[in-house]
């Protein structure tokens, strides 16, 4: 399962005899009383990816409060937006509770691999963890951390010898604080380049 292989079960039955028969099913099928073949699991899905630049990823909500769930979107700025329907949403957050009790709702979705996030509860804690694991906020915070410290590097590099310095590549927001940067210590900074190898330039004033 966790190689994304469907498992091989085995359908038995036992007569009033108390044997026990084998019911031959289809190769990686599993009867109906089951739980769905792909599985569900709290956390990332490994085959949901980042969005590309202006794209937004689709969210189904099941069981999960859809105010809270839109709420925690506008708040931590990610590009995502509610779906009306599974079928049209890049990915699924589910609540256990909703799983547990009604698997096969959610049978022909995780079957079709569409990525599933599940949670325990519809607390905003919940919600917002959900959110920050499906987009790695925290990944995104590092890479924002590194980019500003290669900008003030650069920024006393240029102060000491006078030579303008090209910073690697980044995302708007990111070249933003570091335009910010270059101007606090009176520096001349602009962008080059088209993305995604858009990057700012620092020179003196």
Same mark, same amino acid.
Request: glycine residues 6%.
């Given at each position: 399962?966790?190689?994304?292989?469907?498992p091989r079960p085995e359908h038995?039955?036992?007569?009033?005899?108390?044997? +026990?028969?084998?019911?031959?099913?289809?190769?990686?099928?599993?009867?109906?009383?089951?739980?769905?073949?792909?599985?569900?699991?709290?956390?990332?899905?490994?085959?949901?990816?980042?969005?590309?630049?202006?794209?937004?990823?689709? +969210?189904?909500?099941?069981?999960?409060?859809?105010?809270?769930?839109?709420?925690?979107?506008?708040?931590? *700025?990610?590009?995502?937006?509610?779906?009306?329907?599974?079928?049209?949403?890049?990915?699924?957050?589910?609540?256990k509770a909703h799983v547990r009790?009604?698997?096969?709702?959610?049978?022909?979705?995780?079957?079709?691999?569409?990525?599933?996030?599940?949670?325990?509860?519809?607390?905003?804690?919940?919600?917002? %963890?959900?959110?920050?694991?499906?987009?790695?906020?925290? %990944?995104?915070?590092?890479?924002?951390?590194?980019?500003?410290?290669?900008?003030? !590097?650069?920024?006393?590099?240029?102060?000491?010898?006078? !030579?303008?310095?090209?910073?690697?590549?980044?995302?708007?927001p990111i070249r933003r604080r570091?335009?910010?940067?270059?101007?606090?210590?009176?520096?001349?900074?602009?962008?080059?380049?088209?993305?995604?190898?858009? *990057?700012?330039?620092?020179?003196?004033?």
């Amino acid at each position: 399962m966790l190689r994304g292989q469907a498992p091989r079960p085995e359908h038995r039955e036992r007569d009033s005899a108390g044997t +026990i028969s084998v019911i031959p099913t289809a190769r990686g099928a599993a009867p109906e009383s089951r739980l769905p073949a792909a599985p569900i699991a709290d956390g990332v899905e490994p085959t949901l990816r980042p969005p590309g630049r202006g794209s937004v990823i689709r +969210i189904f909500p099941y069981g999960v409060s859809r105010s809270r769930l839109d709420k925690a979107i506008r708040l931590l *700025h990610v590009p995502a937006a509610l779906s009306k329907s599974w079928k049209d949403a890049d990915a699924i957050v589910a609540l256990k509770a909703h799983v547990r009790r009604e698997p096969a709702r959610l049978r022909e979705a995780i079957e079709s691999h569409k990525p599933t996030f599940v949670i325990r509860s519809n607390t905003r804690f919940q919600v917002e %963890g959900v959110l920050r694991e499906m987009f790695d906020l925290e %990944g995104q915070r590092e890479l924002e951390a590194e980019a500003l410290t290669e900008a003030r !590097e650069a920024i006393e590099r240029v102060l000491a010898s006078g !030579e303008p310095i090209e910073l690697r590549s980044q995302s708007a927001p990111i070249r933003r604080r570091q335009h910010q940067l270059a101007e606090a210590a009176r520096l001349r900074s602009y962008s080059r380049g088209a993305d995604p190898d858009r *990057h700012v330039c620092i020179a003196r004033a």
